[in-house]
């Protein structure tokens, strides 16, 4: 492949903070745009953000880039790393490096290295490209063997033969990469795969690291197809046995997600879940309550360390779909009222999964309660019956419910004395 570095750095002028980062790299030697960066503006893609390699002094780099951007800096010392954060741009630097494994699966020790170093201790060859900013040699493309034909081929390949071992969080992000640029996997490296996890790779990482990539390939655009290829992989299993991915069902869950308050990656995440719930008899009850404590879902979304609300809606969601009753109901003759009973309180990616799990007809159901039965109230609150002489207390409740179950079913118009009425004389 012959690449032009001097396209690249002409794309870049046209990136939010490219023209600054240019500048600064114009000011001092050893500016290099690489990784995700560079491979993305040669596959003709905008780049997350612009990761960039700094030779020489990184902190002067650093003030330069945030004055001029009026950004901030977060200097992680240890890696030698800052992110560049301004309002329209994001700017990863990393100090050029050497690496080295104290043990497998620990994160590295790293020293400053040379630009040649940094290339090779890299994931895959696509990311070991190197554009020069600045100085004399502006546009001079830099890459470790095979990075450039890699790249055109579309074709994912570690750089040597215990990369899967040093890192392997690596074989994550190689379902993430493979996913979201459909590549291939170059067939050697597609045997380190098998060899890493017949070694047991996945099992010298911290529970930490897997739950930060399994969240960096959730918020992928398309998180299914993320987890689905680590699913191909055989990493999910790897991570835990009871980890599942069945792709029809989800794909069918995700197209009666509603757009507005659906969550795609919980939906994904409580997906994995299901047979983890199957097992534990509590935790629809508690999933739906959004409180779930206990229980091995529960204490893997714990140790993954997703934040709590996310570990409650994916639980709920996973408990609802696992959990039976509405699962086992969810029919197109199943009154709105009954709809009611068994969904309200969940979240829609719970009901979206129920109806996936049961065929045609309960994705039917589960459509009608993600985009009307939901939405349906009534026209009077508590207040009118406690003006009405309902005595404060369960009952106020419970006369709301069996109005609501009228309305919902058709036997009540959106009158409010008519629902007033209906409250105040229903059998409770
Ligand atoms: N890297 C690595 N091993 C890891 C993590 C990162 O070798 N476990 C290297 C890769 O070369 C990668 C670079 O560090 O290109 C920056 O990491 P990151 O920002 O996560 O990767 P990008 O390729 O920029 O990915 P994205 O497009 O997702 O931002």
């Keep these: ?33 690489v990784g995700g960066a560079v491979r993305d503006i040669l596959l003709g893609a905008v780049p997350r953000e612009l990761d960039t390699l700094v030779e020489s002094d990184v902190q002067a780099v650093v003030d330069a880039l945030v004055e001029r951007l009026d950004g901030e800096a977060t200097v992680h010392e240890r890696f030698g790393t800052a992110l560049i954060s301004s309002p329209v741009a994001q ?21 400053p290295g040379t630009l040649e170093q940094d290339l090779a201790r890299r994931d895959f060859t696509v990311n070991a490209i190197a554009v020069a900013l600045g100085g004399d040699g502006a546009g001079q493309v830099r890459a470790t063997a095979h990075a450039l034909e890699d790249l055109q081929a579309g074709r994912l390949r570690v750089l040597h033969e215990r990369s899967f071992i040093d890192d392997p969080t690596r074989l994550l992000r190689l ?8 590549f291939e996997i170059e067939p050697h490296t597609a ?5 890493a996890l017949t070694a047991g790779a996945l099992s010298t990482v911290s529970a930490a690291r897997v739950g930060a990539e399994l969240r960096l390939a959730l918020a992928e655009p398309e998180p299914s197809s993320a987890i689905e290829e680590m699913a191909r992989l055989g990493l999910l299993q790897a991570i835990h046995p009871a980890l599942d991915f069945d792709g029809s069902v989800v794909r069918r869950a995700l197209r009666l997600l509603p757009a507005d308050d659906g969550r795609a990656d919980l939906l994904v995440l409580a997906s994995l879940l299901l047979e983890l719930v199957v ?8 999933g739906r309550s959004g409180s779930a404590r206990g229980g091995p879902a529960f204490q893997l979304l714990s140790d993954w360390q997703f934040p709590a609300p996310d570990r409650d809606r994916a639980l709920a969601a996973a408990g609802t ?15 709105d009222s009954r709809l009611y009973a068994l969904a309200d309180g969940t979240p829609p990616e719970g009901v979206a999964l129920a109806g996936a799990l049961g065929g045609a007809e309960s994705e039917q159901a ?63």
């Design 91 to 111: 700017i990863d630097l990393v100090r050029a490096r050497a690496e080295s494994y104290p043990a497998p699966g620990a994160l590295p020790d790293v020293r």
């Design 175 to 182: 379902a993430r990469y493979t996913s979201r640029l459909g």
């Design 279 to 286: 097992g534990d008899s509590g935790a629809a009850r508690r």
């Design 366 to 428: 589960a459509a009608r309660w993600l985009t009307e039965t939901r939405y349906v109230s009534l026209a009077i609150t508590g207040e009118d019956l406690l003006a009405a002489g309902v005595p404060q207390g369960p009952e106020i409740g419970l006369r709301l419910d069996a109005a609501l179950a009228m309305r919902l079913d058709g036997r009540l118009d959106d009158g409010r004395d008519a629902q007033l009425r209906a409250a105040l004389e229903a059998c409770i």
């Design 191 to 195: 045997e380190l795969v098998a060899q």
């Design 321 to 335: 779909a696992a959990g039976g009753e509405l699962t086992a109901e969810l029919s197109p003759e199943m009154s």
């Design 1 to 33: 492949m012959d690449v032009d570095g001097t396209a690249v750095t002409q794309r870049l002028r046209e990136l939010p903070g490219g023209p600054e980062l240019l500048a600064v790299a114009a000011d001092y030697g050893g500016v290099e745009l």
